[in-house]
């Protein structure tokens, strides 16, 4: 199927890091994805991740990928006011990954 | 660079009115995509273009949703009758071809349906 859970809510206080969670059940999925919604706007694409790798980092941002549990993870070095928002993890699926689920969404506070 | 426009963004109409939607996707975006977004829960696909084409339309309820992307540009998605759990924010997107690796999908402000 194409469940994709996360846990509702997070608060973490500032400079902290921040690790949201994600988990999904079909094992086809191509790539992995993490979004930021802030309040009254669009989607955000954060990072992604192909599905044969373990690990990415991208400045603050580091994925962890667990193939085997199909755990996904979104760790927030140094969290910041800025970063209080909605975050949804999401697979893509298919030959040509045109199969986009997107999870129901974590929504993170960063206490000042 | 623009970004992708949506219009109306509110939308207020009671039950078994029509509405439509319509979105400007980024110059030269070949794929197009529809979102529904309840409140609580994550978007979900209810169809996609390329060009002028359907990819993807398996989750769009077509007694009731329709949706066309003449000359490959512009979109509009109707609902024609709408019903109180159509209630949602209604997000397009736009990406240079297919969804994968660095294919971005470029999201819009979304429109918020309210129906009554």
């Known amino acids: 199927g194409e469940d994709v859970e996360q846990s509702l809510f997070l608060s973490v206080r500032e400079g902290d890091s921040s690790v949201i969670n994600c988990t999904y059940t079909?094992?086809?999925?191509?790539?992995l994805y993490w979004y930021k919604q802030e309040p009254g706007a669009g989607l955000q694409l954060l990072t992604y991740?192909?599905?044969?790798?373990d690990m990415k980092q991208d400045q603050r941002l580091t994925v962890l990928l667990n193939k085997k549990d199909k755990h996904l993870s979104l760790r927030i070095a140094d969290t910041q006011t800025g970063d209080s928002a909605i975050y949804f993890c999401?697979?893509?699926?298919?030959?040509?990954?045109?199969?986009?689920?997107f999870g129901t969404g974590t929504s993170l506070t960063v206490i000042p | 660079e623009a970004g992708v426009a949506q219009s109306p963004r509110y939308k207020i109409i009671e039950k078994r009115q029509s509405v439509a939607f319509w979105c400007n996707p980024i110059?030269?975006?070949?794929?197009l995509y529809w979102y529904q977004q309840i409140l609580g829960q994550g978007p979900k696909l209810l169809i996609q273009?390329?060009?002028?084409?359907?990819?993807?339309d398996s989750q769009l309820p077509k007694d009731r949703f329709s949706a066309e992307r003449l000359k490959g540009v512009d979109s509009t998605l109707k609902i024609q009758p709408a019903k109180l759990e159509d209630s949602a924010v209604y997000l397009c997107?736009?990406?240079?071809?297919?969804?994968?690796?660095?294919?971005?999908?470029?999201f819009g402000p979304g429109t918020r349906l309210t129906v009554l």
């Open positions: 997107a736009s990406s240079v071809g297919l969804a994968v690796t660095t294919d971005t999908q470029y």
């Open positions: 079909d094992s086809s999925s191509t790539y």
């Open positions: 991740i192909f599905s044969n790798m």
């Open positions: 999401a697979e893509s699926k298919g030959n040509t990954g045109n199969q986009f689920y």
């Open positions: 110059s030269g975006h070949a794929t």
């Open positions: 273009f390329q060009n002028n084409g359907v990819v993807d």
